[in-house]
């Protein structure tokens, strides 16, 4: 009886594995196709200064557009890429695509305008990234400070890599390259990380967003991350902003810069040029209440 449970239990696990195995052989078979026939996108969200009321950056969102026609949202395929390690190569194609779509619209806005590019600690970590990255800013005349690279926590989880990522981070900064940490305070790591990794934004996840103009609680919270943001000489970027209520917040809270589909939604590649001269235009709050 209980031999034949066991081992009923453990062929049970083998197909579960078995079906596990197949679906991410499968997957890594559809992102490789997916590389050479350049089935990605990129979209663009833009990123309003909360003191000019000027789009300051645009981040650059990835997109998986299936031969079906059919567009897959990142959150479905980046985990996969990245332990594939397709990632290298999608991330790469995503940085070079990034820069220089932004490098041409600089020149034609003729103002200043940031990219912001989320990278994968993998993909930081991977031997020539720093290298890859300066050959890419020298070859686009991007303008100097306009990339921004965005990066999750995760990075300050292992205590093994710490001064490894450490030196890559001061080094890509004395590129001039700027560090964001992307959906600030969702992550697992304690603030200590703030004291010793160089970065010089603070992106708040959209979870302590959302109900800031509802909630005293979620209110007092972003609040104290803008104080301790000003403390720290770090910006404070705000994202998943949906509505004027929360814009009206984050303006009175001191936060430097807001994202959101109140603001505008991410966007293909043709519409960004047209979105930024109308709201450059017409404004969306008005600086200084
Ligand atoms: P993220 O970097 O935090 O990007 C913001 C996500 O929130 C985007 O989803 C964006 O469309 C969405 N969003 C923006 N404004 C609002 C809003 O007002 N309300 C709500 N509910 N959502 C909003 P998206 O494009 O699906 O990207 C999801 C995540 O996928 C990104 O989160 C980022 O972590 C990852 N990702 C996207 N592109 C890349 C990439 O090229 N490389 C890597 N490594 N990760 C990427
Ligand atoms: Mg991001
Ligand atoms: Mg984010
Ligand atoms: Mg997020």
């Known amino acids: 009886q209980v031999s034949r449970d066991r081992r009923g239990g453990c062929c049970f696990f083998r197909d579960e594995m078995n079906l596990q195995a197949r679906q991410a052989l499968e997957m890594e ?3 490789h196709r997916a590389l050479i026939e350049q089935q990605f996108e990129l979209w663009f969200q833009p990123l309003l200064d909360l003191q000019t009321n000027q789009v300051r950056a645009v981040e ?12 897959v949202p990142p959150d479905q395929f980046i985990a996969h890429a990245e332990e594939s390690g397709q990632i ?5 194609w995503v940085l070079k695509t990034a820069v220089m779509q932004v490098a041409g619209w600089q020149q034609v806005l003729g103002r200043p305008l940031g990219v912001a590019v989320n990278i994968s600690p ?12 300066a050959e890419l800013l020298s070859d686009s005349g991007l303008a100097e400070g306009a990339l921004e690279l965005e990066i999750t ?6 205590v093994d890599s710490e001064s490894e990522v450490v030196s890559l981070m001061s080094q890509l900064r004395q590129l001039g390259v700027r560090l964001a940490i992307d959906d600030f305070g969702t992550g697992f790591s304690a603030l200590g990380y703030l004291k010793r990794f160089p970065v010089d934004t603070l992106k708040i996840d959209r979870e302590f967003v959302c109900d800031i103009h509802e909630s005293v609680n979620a209110a007092t919270l972003c609040q104290a991350i803008v104080w301790m943001a000003r403390g720290l000489q770090l ?6 902003v949906e509505c004027e209520a929360q814009l009206e917040m984050l303006v ?4 430097d810069s807001a994202q959101g589909f109140y603001i505008a939604k991410p966007m293909v590649a043709p519409d960004v040029l047209l979105t930024i001269a109308r709201m450059d235009r017409d404004g969306q709050v008005r600086a200084g209440g």
């Open 29 to 31: 078979r559809a992102l």
């Open 60 to 71: 650059a969102l990835v997109r998986w557009r299936q031969p079906s026609g059919e567009l």
């Open 88 to 92: 290298i190569e999608l991330g790469r």
């Open 122 to 133: 993998r993909q930081l970590r991977h031997h020539g990234f720093v290298d890859e990255v």
């Open 153 to 158: 926590e995760s990075i300050f989880l292992d």
């Open 235 to 240: 910006d404070v970027v705000a994202e998943g």
């Open 252 to 255: 009175q809270s001191g936060a």
